[in-house]
């Protein structure tokens, strides 16, 4: 069997966030939740993580009514993290945002057209869809959206594409959650299909939850505001105030994958002990498999007492 001799670096690092649902006067969303500190402690975390973050991705529901101070608060929250990240910034618009207020605070432009954006960072694309639909609460891209993000898709992108949609075309299991979910996937399956996209990034649902389109994977990132409590029965739709989280996403090569931090932080222990981590540090890297993988007999006990 091959062992991997050395460890493996993804090409790009993306911190996706969801579902802020920023309130800019101080309310209380849904009477309990104070979004901005919501979002404060998401950004924090993003920022603890001391890795390198090549993109902060915020997938829709920026604000909770499209209050154009909730966007001007986006702003004030999230770029000076950005900046200290040396990350790019994709946001896209949700159900609950608005098209105008969206285009205008976080784009300088004064219309009601969907704000759909390409960004490339060493060579990977991510297209921001805006699958929000005027007047509703269910989600879709019109044929012009379609046509637009045929163009892009004509041409590859060295390292591929990622999209960002606010509603992820899978069918979550809360029936109220399927009537507000996004009205043709199999469009857009088959417009992927056999593209170079690699990876659909989204929300809307407020839980962590994955799927797949076509042969593409879904990462949808649970809400930072409040969740869904996915452990309820179906047809309730109970909110929880936690295990609020962000999706930690690494673009290897081969390989997309995505690991779930939850915002708040609870009791840690090193599980590596320091004189652990020091001893491995000097086996040469070559060696760290062999000398880190093989189990060891359990302590002898039979004499204590
Ligand atoms: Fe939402
Ligand atoms: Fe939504």
């Given at each position: 069997m091959a062992v991997a001799a050395t460890t493996r670096i993804p090409t790009h690092v993306i911190a996706h966030l969801s579902d802020p649902h920023l309130l800019a006067d101080g309310t209380l969303l849904h009477g309990r939740i104070d979004t901005a500190a919501q979002l404060r402690a998401a950004l924090h975390r993003v920022e603890s993580t001391d890795q390198r973050i090549d993109l902060l991705v915020l997938s829709g529901d920026l604000t909770d009514t499209g209050d154009p101070a909730a966007y001007r608060l986006l702003r004030e929250?999230?770029?000076?993290?950005?900046?200290?990240?040396?990350?790019?910034?994709?946001?896209?618009?949700?159900?609950h945002d608005e098209r105008r207020p969206?285009?205008?605070?976080?784009?300088?432009?004064?219309?009601?057209?969907?704000?759909?954006?390409?960004?490339?960072?060493?060579?990977?694309?991510?297209?921001?869809?805006?699958?929000?639909v005027p007047g509703h609460h269910d989600g879709g891209l019109s044929d012009e959206q379609l046509d637009w993000l045929a163009r892009q898709l004509a041409t590859p992108a060295p390292h591929g594409t990622v999209l960002v949609m606010h509603h992820p075309p899978i069918a979550y299991h809360s029936p109220w959650m399927q009537l507000l979910d996004f009205r043709e996937p199999d469009r857009l399956r088959a417009m992927i299909g056999g593209s170079d996209v690699r990876a659909i990034l989204g929300g809307h649902l407020h839980v962590t939850s994955f799927g797949t389109?076509?042969?593409?994977?879904?990462?949808?990132?649970?809400?930072?505001?409040?969740?869904?409590?996915?452990?309820?029965?179906?047809?309730?739709?109970?909110?929880?105030?936690?295990?609020?989280?962000?999706?930690?996403?690494?673009?290897h090569d081969d390989q997309v994958v995505g690991s779930v931090v939850p915002v708040a932080r609870s009791e840690t222990w090193p599980a590596l002990n320091d004189e652990v981590r020091a001893y491995l540090a000097a086996v040469p890297t070559d060696r760290r498999r062999a000398v880190f993988a093989r189990k060891h007999p359990p302590p002898d006990r039979s004499g204590e007492a």
């Amino acid at each position: 069997m091959a062992v991997a001799a050395t460890t493996r670096i993804p090409t790009h690092v993306i911190a996706h966030l969801s579902d802020p649902h920023l309130l800019a006067d101080g309310t209380l969303l849904h009477g309990r939740i104070d979004t901005a500190a919501q979002l404060r402690a998401a950004l924090h975390r993003v920022e603890s993580t001391d890795q390198r973050i090549d993109l902060l991705v915020l997938s829709g529901d920026l604000t909770d009514t499209g209050d154009p101070a909730a966007y001007r608060l986006l702003r004030e929250l999230v770029e000076p993290v950005a900046a200290r990240l040396h990350a790019a910034v994709v946001w896209t618009g949700g159900n609950h945002d608005e098209r105008r207020p969206l285009a205008q605070v976080l784009f300088g432009v004064d219309t009601d057209a969907p704000q759909d954006t390409v960004t490339t960072v060493r060579g990977l694309r991510v297209i921001a869809l805006d699958t929000a639909v005027p007047g509703h609460h269910d989600g879709g891209l019109s044929d012009e959206q379609l046509d637009w993000l045929a163009r892009q898709l004509a041409t590859p992108a060295p390292h591929g594409t990622v999209l960002v949609m606010h509603h992820p075309p899978i069918a979550y299991h809360s029936p109220w959650m399927q009537l507000l979910d996004f009205r043709e996937p199999d469009r857009l399956r088959a417009m992927i299909g056999g593209s170079d996209v690699r990876a659909i990034l989204g929300g809307h649902l407020h839980v962590t939850s994955f799927g797949t389109l076509g042969t593409v994977p879904v990462f949808v990132a649970g809400g930072v505001c409040y969740v869904d409590d996915a452990g309820a029965p179906p047809e309730r739709l109970m909110a929880l105030d936690g295990p609020q989280s962000w999706n930690l996403v690494e673009v290897h090569d081969d390989q997309v994958v995505g690991s779930v931090v939850p915002v708040a932080r609870s009791e840690t222990w090193p599980a590596l002990n320091d004189e652990v981590r020091a001893y491995l540090a000097a086996v040469p890297t070559d060696r760290r498999r062999a000398v880190f993988a093989r189990k060891h007999p359990p302590p002898d006990r039979s004499g204590e007492a």
